[in-house]
């Protein structure tokens, strides 16, 4: 059952022993460990994919392995995946904040990420079996473009991304695309919307984790970016698209459900910022494990119940205005 304080619902609660990988867990010099994806492996094994800057400002990811998820981390010795600027220019300035998704149909995890390219960030993907050798696809979305995770499965014919295409243009908003084999993307369409003026995600939303499979529809966890007058602020809002056709939103939380509270979110690199790229979900089917950033400088973990959000989304969201399938974007 969810729990109240300071007279609003907690949904999400932080682990007692945050943040669970810093810098100084790691077998080699890095500046910061921070938004990593997340995923199961066969054997229960949990995985983080984690985003790691070295002292030059250059990301690229390392994988952490653990039994409980929690303690006990096995930490590559050595990098996982490297930018590899000689076959991929695009990802001249690194790569960052990886979405794992596990893709039954190809017995592959698909792992989507951001390559900072001279143009900006774009969105790349490559598939592995076992987090040691990688198939790298290239740029899938051209700059500017991020906060992309696949769906785990086609929809109808074809392969679902979710992204976050930026234009200049107020706000920058959420999209899905579609394609026949992951190489060729098209039929794109807006699916959500950053708010405008006072809202909490005004100025820019983007994914967050994969969406999360329920019988109700597609959750999403997404973050909303304010601009204040000292700096971004980086929250984490719920949405709910239809199962069958994922561009359809069918309800949209009002408020925040989780945001920088704790020292390790308000203090950091980036102040003020919590940033999931992954979950895993325990094995009752129920306990959402979600896995963030905190202050683009360490990993720390929450806990939710899928139920609860289902059930707080049923209660405080409210179906979007604009009907986007009509209208386009
Ligand atoms: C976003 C991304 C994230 C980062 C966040 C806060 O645009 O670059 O990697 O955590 O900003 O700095």
């Known amino acids: 059952m969810p729990v109240f304080e300071n007279g609003h619902i907690v949904l999400f609660e932080r682990y007692e022993g945050n943040p669970i990988l810093t810098a100084a867990h790691w077998p080699y010099p890095v500046n910061s460990v921070f938004n990593c994806g997340a995923t199961l492996l066969a054997d229960g094994t949990t995985l983080l994919l984690c985003r790691v800057e070295d002292r030059s400002g250059i990301s690229h990811l390392c994988a952490a392995r653990s039994r409980d998820g929690v303690t006990g981390w096995q930490i590559d010795p050595a990098p996982t995946l490297l930018p590899d600027v000689h076959r991929h220019p ?12 596990y893709v039954p ?12 390219s001279r143009g900006g960030p774009g969105v790349s993907l490559a598939l592995t079996e076992d987090f040691r050798h990688f198939e790298r696809y290239g740029v899938i979305m051209p700059p500017e473009d991020k906060d ?20 200049t243009w107020q706000g920058a908003h ?39 499979e329920t019988p109700q529809g597609w959750l999403i966890i997404y973050h909303g970016v304010r601009h ?19 561009e359809r939103c069918l309800r949209r939380g009002k408020t925040w459900v989780f945001g920088p509270e704790a020292p390790y979110e308000r ?10 790229c992954g979950y895993t979900l325990a094995p009752d089917g129920d306990t959402l494990n979600l896995y963030y950033g905190g202050a683009d ?3 720390a973990l929450a806990r939710a119940s899928v139920r609860d959000l289902l059930e707080w989304l049923e209660q ?14």
Do not use: M
């Open 90 to 101: 695009e990802e001249i300035w690194g790569i960052e904040d990886p979405r794992l998704t």
């Open 105 to 116: 149909e190809l017995n592959k995890y698909a792992v989507v990420y951001t390559s900072y």
């Open 148 to 167: 992309a995770a696949l769906l785990p499965r086609r929809i109808g014919a074809h392969w679902a991304l979710i992204h976050r295409p930026v234009t």
């Open 174 to 212: 959420i999209w899905i695309s579609y394609s026949p084999d992951l190489r060729h993307w098209g039929s794109h369409k807006l699916i959500l919307r950053a708010r405008q003026g006072g809202w909490w995600d005004a100025n820019k939303i983007g994914l967050s984790p994969p969406p999360i």
């Open 297 to 299: 400088t360490c990993i």
């Open 267 to 276: 203090q950091g690199d980036v102040a003020n910022v919590v940033f999931p």
């Open 228 to 246: 204040t007058a000292s700096g971004a602020l980086y929250r984490l809002g719920l949405a709910l698209f239809d199962r069958q056709t994922p």
């Open 316 to 329: 405080n969201g409210e179906p979007e205005k604009e009907n986007f399938l009509s209208a386009g974007f």
